[in-house]
C-alpha cells in the first residue's frame, strides 16, 4: 500500500527529479564516455521546478510503483530519450541548493481544456506524489540547474529507475491514457499551439508502444 | 639575497607560488639566465603561466588546445541539415548555434580546462562539459550567448558572455574570470 501524502512536506521526506539520458550529440559518437547528470534534466523555464515526493524517510518503492506509468509517458513525450530515475534531494538540501523549499502541489481536477476531470490513479497526468520548487523571481534558469545538479552531485543522491518491462502488463485504457499524457507533453512543448493534435496524437502512440515493447 | 626573477620586457609575467617575478631585464639573454636560475632556485615549487596575462601583454592569442580540431568536427557533423528526411533521430544542433560555439572556442580554447564532452538539450543548445582536477566547469552555449558555470570552494561561479559583437580577446577576458578561480591544470602545468 503507497503512503499517502497530505499537502505538507515533511523533513525527511526524498524530493526526486525525473532523468533522462540525454547527454548526447549525433555528431560526437566518438568522445569518451561522460558519467555525469545532464544538465538539461534541470532546466525549467516555466518559473517551476517540477519533483516527485518519493517516500517519507526514504525511497518507498510503492511509490515508484505508482511513478512508473507517468514516467514512462514522460519518456514517451521526449524523443531519443530513456528515463533513468531520480536525483533526490531532502528538502533542506534543496532550500540550501537553490533557496527555495519544495511545495506539495494541488491534484490536478481539470484537463487542459479546463474540463473537470474524476480522479483517476490510472490516469498519468493526474500525480498524487507531485511537487514543485518555485524559482526565485530573477534567477536565470542556467544557474538554477547548475545549483540543484551540484547539490545532487554533493549528496550522491541518485536512484536508478527499477526497469521493469511493461509488455502485456498495460490494459488498454492505460495504454489510451499514457498515450494521451505523452500527446500532452508534446503540445506543451509547442505553447499548446493548435492544429497539431493529430499529429502529436500519432507520435505519442508510437513512442509509447516502443516502450510498451521495451 | 632575492632570487633572480625575471620579466621579459613586461611581456611575459611568471607566477611560483605566491610571489610574482617582476624584475625588468634588459635582453633575451638576461631574461633566460635569470629565468634558469629562478627556477633552479625554487624546484619545489610549482609554475603557472597564467594564459590570460599573456594575452594582455603580448596579444598572442594564435595558440589553440589541442583538442580543438577534433572538438570543431564533432560540432560541425551535428548541424541539423532542414528539410533532410534522411537524418536520423538524435539530437541535432542548428548551424547558428554551431558557428557561435566555433567562434568562441577558436577564441578560448587555450583558456578551457580540458577537452569538453559535448551535448545537446532538447532546447536546442550545445552543452561542454570540463573536467579538471580541481572541478568541473559547465558551458551552456545558444545562438548568441555562452553561459560558464563552475563550483570554486563552495561557491558558484556564473558568467554569461556575448557572442555576437564581442572581441575574441573579450570574450578571453570575461571567462578568464571564470577558469582563473578553477586553478585548473593547463598545457600539462600545474597550479598551486
Known sequence: ?214 | MPYPTADHSASVSFVLGTSTASAPTSDDATYRKALDEYLKASSTRRLVIDASALDRNTNITNTVAPWLGAVQRRLNASIRIDGSAEMPEGPWLSKEVVGSANVFFDATSNLLPSEPYLYGLPTGELVAEFDSNAGRMTLIVSKDTATALATVEGDVVHKSIKLVANTPAAMRSELSAVVSRLRIKQDGVEAG
Open chain 1, 1 to 214: 500500500m503507497a503512503w499517502k501524502p497530505d499537502n505538507k512536506i515533511g523533513g525527511g521526506e526524498h524530493i526526486g527529479r525525473r532523468l533522462f539520458n540525454e547527454s548526447k550529440l549525433s555528431g560526437a559518437p566518438d568522445q569518451n564516455p561522460w558519467k555525469g547528470l545532464a544538465i538539461g534534466n534541470f532546466i525549467e523555464k516555466r518559473g517551476t521546478f517540477s519533483v516527485d515526493r518519493l517516500g517519507r524517510t526514504g525511497i518507498e518503492k510503492p511509490v515508484v510503483e505508482y511513478l512508473k506509468l507517468r514516467c514512462l509517458a514522460h519518456e514517451a513525450s521526449r524523443k531519443d530519450s530513456r528515463f533513468d530515475g531520480w536525483a533526490y534531494l531532502k528538502p533542506s538540501k534543496i532550500v540550501e541548493a537553490v533557496s527555495s523549499p519544495p511545495v506539495a502541489s494541488e491534484i490536478r481536477t481539470q484537463d487542459n481544456a479546463g474540463v473537470d476531470e474524476d480522479w483517476d490513479d490510472a490516469n498519468p497526468k493526474q500525480n498524487l506524489y507531485h511537487a514543485h520548487v518555485v524559482i526565485p523571481e530573477g534567477t536565470d534558469p542556467l544557474l538554477f540547474a547548475f545549483r540543484f545538479r551540484e547539490k545532487v552531485g554533493t549528496e550522491k543522491g541518485v536512484y536508478p529507475a527499477p526497469w521493469i518491462k511493461l509488455q502485456g502488463a498495460v490494459d488498454s485504457e492505460q495504454r489510451r491514457k499514457m498515450i494521451e499524457t505523452a500527446a500532452y507533453y508534446l503540445a506543451e512543448k509547442r505553447g499548446f499551439e493548435p492544429g497539431h493534435e493529430t499529429e502529436d496524437w500519432a507520435a505519442a502512440e508510437k513512442e509509447i508502444d516502443a516502450t510498451l515493447k521495451g
